[in-house]
């Protein structure tokens, strides 16, 4: 027996479940790019120096922490998705 809500929800979303989507990849990419360039700052700005005085283990566990707060709001986006009744 087909589950008609699971076809029928991947088939038609409202205007503001994609709206969301997008908000949600914009952010994940925020917070992965964010902790990128944390720990790279000098391979990207090789002449600037980093703004905050911090040093490189602090930044890279502080990278490390906002890299990892990415995936854990991309997986607990994609399950709320995943289990939405729209």
Known sequence: MIDRRNTDNKEKKSLLERFLLILGFLFFMLYFVLGMG??????F???KEFPLDMEMKYRVAF???LIVYAFY???RFYTKA????Y
């Open 63 to 65: 990278g490390l922490l």
């Open 73 to 75: 709001r991309a997986t």
């Open 82 to 85: 995943k289990n939405s009744q």
């Open 38 to 43: 944390i720990i790279f700052w000098e391979k």
């Open 45 to 47: 700005y090789p002449s």
